[in-house]
């Protein structure tokens, strides 16, 4: 249980780093161009990966088992839109509402882990995860942003579109990495996300064709980003499969400390940024912290 507690919380401190360098180049050639470059960038790292490690001969296994490879290929497909409507969702709506509502996902991957799977557990871990979900929400929660959009009209559009956005991240985040977290102990750690990027690029490959979006290579400093934020993104994957793997009876658990990847960027927002902590978002930490403290003790 511990060493699969410790993968997830560093799932959560990598996605969450690559969430939080995610503004520069978002900013600069949009969030829907992040979203893609990131995928084909991240499928040739881990092949790379795959290759220095000499696990080549794993593909073949992979395709005797044609119903978790679909899964694994599904969970990509989700994965991608995930991170579409969350870029998406923090560079249209309002932050302090998109972040806490996408990042309550755990909510419907323990739901289904418990319902599909029969995962079960005790009555103090049930508290503690709905505890650190609630802290989560709490950790994302700027009221100062929340009264300033009721005020205006215009951020009223703004809290609309970030709630919609917000609920399509949560739902989409939940699925696929229930998914990823079924595919994963089958698969493997490592080949699962090379199966997952490869899916997510053939995704937005589709997208592009489809939305006839004109791909322009960024300057060198922002493809610089984009490549940080890819590896932080495949990294992530591999931390939460190698979790998921190492004890995947603790699905619900791994789901939902990897889901502290919004703490991490508020707290680096708040380093690098110097954006301060309100009293509630502080309260949501402490709430956490004391939540992931009573999921390894007990």
Avoid: C
């Amino acid at each position: 249980m511990l060493e699969s507690a410790i993968l997830a919380l560093a799932s959560a401190v990598i996605w969450g780093t690559g969430d939080f360098l995610s503004r520069k180049p978002s900013s600069e050639i949009g969030s829907m161009l992040t979203s893609i470059l990131i995928q084909p960038i991240g499928l040739l790292m881990v092949l790379v990966i795959v290759l220095i490690a000499n696990q080549q001969g794993e593909f073949i296994t992979a395709l005797h088992k044609p119903e978790y490879l679909s899964i694994n290929l599904i969970a990509g497909v989700i994965a991608f839109f995930g991170i579409v409507v969350l870029y998406r969702g923090y560079a249209e709506g309002i932050m302090s509402i998109v972040a806490p509502i996408g990042g309550a996902y755990p909510v419907v991957a323990v739901t289904l882990s418990i319902v599909l799977l029969g995962t079960t557990l005790t009555t103090i871990r049930t508290l503690a995860i709905f505890s650190a979900i609630v802290g989560i929400v709490l950790a994302g929660v700027k009221l100062s942003s929340f009264r300033k959009a009721v005020d205006s009209r215009e951020d009223k559009e703004k809290l609309v579109r970030g709630a919609n956005y917000g609920v399509a991240a949560f739902l989409f985040a939940g699925f696929g990495l229930f998914s990823l977290g079924v595919a994963a102990p089958v698969i493997g750690s490592l080949l699962a996300v090379v199966i997952l990027k490869f899916s997510q690029t053939l995704t937005a490959s589709s997208v592009v064709l489809i939305k006839k979006i004109r791909i322009r290579v960024p300057r060198y400093s922002t493809l610089a980003w984009v490549f940080l934020i890819a590896a932080s993104d495949a990294m992530g994957f591999a931390t939460y499969n190698l979790a998921v793997v190492s004890s995947s009876s603790d699905l619900p658990i791994v789901v939902t400390l990897s889901s502290l990847l919004g703490v991490i960027t508020v707290l680096l927002a708040r380093i690098f940024y110097k954006e301060k902590l309100e009293p509630v978002q502080l309260a949501g930490i402490l709430i956490i912290f004391a939540s992931v403290a009573a999921i390894l003790y007990f």
